[in-house]
């Protein structure tokens, strides 16, 4: 927990310095809630939105500000996760908080210069998988229409009609859910390769996909986006593929077959080319028990325990996927300790 000068109130972060981070927020909060601790859903939720720019902008980071790096699309998902352990208390997003987040949400739809409906991250970087340039896009590049990006959105516009229900604004409710669901269908006309049997991501600058097999390419998942056709032949054929993602500690970030995939980093870097991540895992996994593979599932789960509790003393911030060597920062008590859930 850290405080920061000028801030009534304790924050929350999984990291050793004083930074806190958007989705990082959200996976820390979710472990949390396992054992009944709730109100951190909205200490760091509220020094956000307070410092939303007139336009619904929120920096992904609280003290560092990145240069037009938007909140990651987690925000509303943070408040109802937070309220449903709160006896459904809505009542203090009323007015304020409840315009903020809605301006929040329709920014993300700025980013859309083709007006296809798919917006697009700032870079790789900002979708929270630092090193895949490849699939991601450079530094403010603002082109790709991410398969993850898109996923994400779909939950959080279900989470905003959920919200606007609880606050009887029904309109906006319908609203927000059509428009999840235009989303979704987007995903599945404009990102699905049916020869390939997956979504991949598409460059809006050149109209064409992008043909990298990330982790986050299987997020239709977790948004419940995929057919169950499409869901099932998927995880078949590239989720379970022990030469792509089901290395011996999965699910690999990055496809093996990937020309830059490595696992160990080279210098400092984030390394999102190869390693075994929580947040990517955690979302995959539900995405897993939500489409009813409950075996792959439980191997998954399984699997990580292994490599998190029993292959190494304390929880790292990412694995080597083909050894389970903790990599990255150690003691980590951000999102990693997903895997005591």
Known sequence: MRTIAGINATLLTGYPYNEFYDWDLYFENLYLSYYGVWQYCFTNL?????????????????????????????????????????????????????????????KWFSYDSDHNGLPVWNSADAAGTDNQWSRGGAMSA???????????LIRELRAMAVIAQHLNLKADATGFNQHADKVAALINTVLWDEEQGMYFDRNEKTCKRVYVKSATNFMPLFAGAATPARAKRMV????????????????????????????????????WRGPTWAPTNYMI?????????????????????????????????????????????????????????
């Not at 560092?64 to 006896?87: I, N, S, T």
């Not at 593929?241 to 990937?258: G, I, R």
């Not at 490599?307 to 003393?313: R, T």
């Open 236 to 271: 078949k054929e590239h989720l379970l593929n022990p030469k792509e993602f089901w290395l011996a500690y999965p699910v690999a970030s990055y496809a093996k077959t990937e020309p830059d995939y490595y696992q160990n980093p080279t210098a400092k870097e984030c390394n």
């Open 46 to 106: 509220r020094e956000f939105l307070n410092r939303e720019q007139p336009d619904g902008y929120v920096n992904r980071s609280l003290i560092k500000q990145r240069d037009r790096q938007q909140f990651k699309p987690f925000l509303a998902q943070l408040v109802v996760l937070g309220a449903k352990q709160d006896h459904d208390n809505y009542d203090w997003l009323r007015g304020n908080y409840y315009d903020r987040l809605s301006k929040y949400v329709t």
């Open 142 to 152: 603002f082109e790709i229409e991410g398969t993850d990006l898109a996923s994400y």
């Open 285 to 341: 996994f539900q995405g897993l028990q939500s489409y009813g593979m409950h075996t792959e599932a439980r191997e998954l789960a399984r699997r990580l325990f292994d490599m998190a509790i029993n292959k190494n003393p304390v929880l790292r911030e990412y694995y080597n996927a083909e050894t389970g060597e903790g990599l990255g920062q150690t003691r980590f008590w951000g999102f990693t300790a997903l895997y005591y859930g």
